[in-house]
């Protein structure tokens, strides 16, 4: 870090510049007041919706965070990829996708519907996402199954603030019924591996959306998966160039919920969204990008950070094309 430092060869070798247009862009969107935050679980309805964080971290490992970046909030949806990146790390891209297919859906993400194969369409889906945990280390107790997810999360986070929420954990089971009818049905479907526990694969699913972060801890995540697998800020390799090739490819096309066309066609960059207000947002080989706020659109996505993403592009040409 310290020679490139000297010799100034950053990715972003500006970097002072880069983040103070960040900055503007961040005041931007503080000003806007539309979107309701999520309401379904109490954990998430008592999010103040005037929470806005924005934290940036290169794949050099330069750092930068505006707002309410120390703020703890819970994964959610943005678990998913990675959940997805550690089964095809572990078990390979042939393996999953015999559970699991690669097309958005077209259909909400918690809607009971499988494509014509009989598999889920997806992994960033409710239901591709419980085909995937049900994949993932199903050789082990639940216990050490959810620590397997944590502490993987935990090395893409650089060993930063990544724990578990358990009240958000508890709503979440209590309220479940129609991720238990998504499951239930993919049972009848043979969706899932021979003799797995359809309670407690939805159990693990429910503990890894539970997983608690805060905007700088994320934006850690969102570096390694920027920088091919490699934690910027540790060195550590966690994932493979094959797993993190397919995450990015179904971020960009599945990521933002019913607005990932439109996603894709403005602001060109792979990205995931969850119900607590964050945007996983990566700009591979160069950053990963942490939004969150709470307050949603009418599609699920935080509005102040999809907002952000729209201005960013505008002012720099990260966008794919
Ligand atoms: O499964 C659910 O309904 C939520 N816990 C998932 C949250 C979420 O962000 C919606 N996702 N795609």
Not at 11 to 16: G, T
Not at 54 to 82: E, M
Not at 290 to 311: I, K, M, T, Y
Request: glycine share 8%.
């Amino acid at each position: 870090l310290l020679r490139r430092a000297l010799t100034s060869q950053f990715i972003i070798p500006e970097f002072q510049k880069f983040t103070s247009k960040i900055d503007d862009i961040y005041w931007e969107c503080k000003s806007i007041h539309s979107g309701k935050v999520a309401t379904y679980i109490p954990q998430l309805s008592r999010y103040s919706p005037d929470y806005w964080a924005v934290s940036i971290c290169t794949i050099d490992g330069q750092r930068h965070s505006i707002g309410d970046f120390n703020v703890p909030f819970c994964l959610q949806s943005g678990a998913k990829p990675l959940a997805y990146a550690m089964a095809v790390n572990e078990l390979g891209s042939d393996l999953v996708h015999q559970y699991v297919g690669q097309e958005p859906s077209g259909q909400a993400f918690n809607s009971l519907v499988l494509d014509a194969n009989n598999k889920p369409h997806n992994p960033m889906i409710n239901a591709g996402a419980l085909a995937v945990t049900s994949l993932l280390k199903n050789d082990l107790l639940l216990s050490d199954r959810f620590e397997y997810f944590n502490v993987q999360a935990k090395r893409l986070g650089g060993q930063e603030e990544v724990g578990f929420h358990n009240p958000t954990f508890l709503s979440e089971r209590a309220t479940a019924d129609r991720n238990r009818a998504i499951g239930w049905f993919m049972k009848e479907n043979k969706c899932f591996p021979e003799g797995i526990n359809l309670e407690e694969t939805l159990d693990f699913y429910f503990q890894c959306c539970s997983v608690e972060v805060t905007c700088m801890s994320a934006s850690v995540i969102a570096a390694s998966i920027a920088n091919g697998g490699i934690c910027p800020t540790t060195g550590d390799k966690v994932l493979s160039a094959e797993s993190v090739r397919n995450t990015l490819s179904l971020m960009y096309s599945c990521g933002m919920y019913d607005y990932s066309g439109q996603f894709a066609f403005k602001v060109g960059l792979p990205a995931k969204s969850g119900v607590s207000g964050c945007v996983l947002l990566i700009i591979p080989n160069v950053m990963g990008v942490c939004l969150w706020s709470p307050p949603l659109d009418h599609l699920g996505n935080s509005v102040r950070a999809v907002n952000f993403c729209e201005r960013l592009v505008a002012k720099f040409n990260f966008h794919n094309y």
